[in-house]
């Protein structure tokens, strides 16, 4: 089975998402297990529930080389982020052929809830650290290609010209 994602410039990628309430429904826990399944099909390295079509600050990633390093995050918040910066070019899975110069910080330290409602805290680098920041832009509405010269400007790519599309239906069904 194909599993559409939700593409720009759909206004819904602009929405903020919506912290997770636990213990988790079974909609919720099966929500991950698609996301992972959708993050994998797609040949990413990160997933934010609003690229499937949910409202909820969820998103899973696998960095790892062999794709066996699969982790979700439940409730993210970024606590710390280091002084270094690089600035790189992104692509995103939601924005086919589009890509935008993005800084990011080299080294962050976020406080998430697991599947199982377990706080954790845990300090990521490099390309772990990018695409979790990658990742959080999503579920406040923002997206890579939103980037100039590494600074966050939504005048780019102004949210007027995003248009609804028929995707969300489906999946709210």
């Known amino acids: 089975m194909y599993i559409e994602l939700v593409k720009y410039?759909?206004?819904?990628?602009?929405k903020v998402s919506k912290d997770v309430l636990f213990p988790l429904d079974d909609k919720t826990e099966r929500l991950t297990k698609f996301m992972l399944k959708a993050m994998y099909q797609h040949h990413g390295i990160g997933l934010a529930a609003?690229?499937?079509?949910?409202?909820?600050?969820?998103?899973?990633?696998?960095c790892s080389?062999?794709?066996?390093?699969a982790e979700v995050f439940i409730n993210p918040e970024i606590l710390q982020k280091s002084?270094?910066?690089?600035?790189?070019?992104?692509?995103?899975?939601?924005a086919p052929g589009k890509t935008g110069e993005v800084r990011r910080h080299l080294r962050i330290i976020l406080k998430y809830q697991n599947q199982d409602g377990k706080e954790h805290k845990k300090t990521f680098y490099n390309l772990e650290a990018r695409c979790i920041q990658h990742e959080m832009d999503?579920?406040?509405g923002k997206l890579c290609i939103?980037?100039?010269?590494?600074?966050?400007?939504?005048?780019r790519h102004k949210s007027q010209t995003m248009v609804e599309s028929d995707f969300r239906i489906k999946?709210?069904?």
């Open 9 to 14: 410039p759909d206004v819904f990628l602009r």
């Open 50 to 62: 609003v690229q499937v079509g949910y409202n909820l600050r969820i998103f899973v990633m696998d």
């Open 65 to 69: 080389r062999g794709g066996d390093r």
């Open 83 to 94: 002084d270094e910066t690089l600035c790189d070019n992104e692509g995103c899975l939601s």
């Open 138 to 140: 999503h579920l406040d």
């Open 146 to 155: 939103d980037y100039e010269k590494g600074n966050y400007s939504r005048e």
């Open 171 to 173: 999946s709210d069904s």
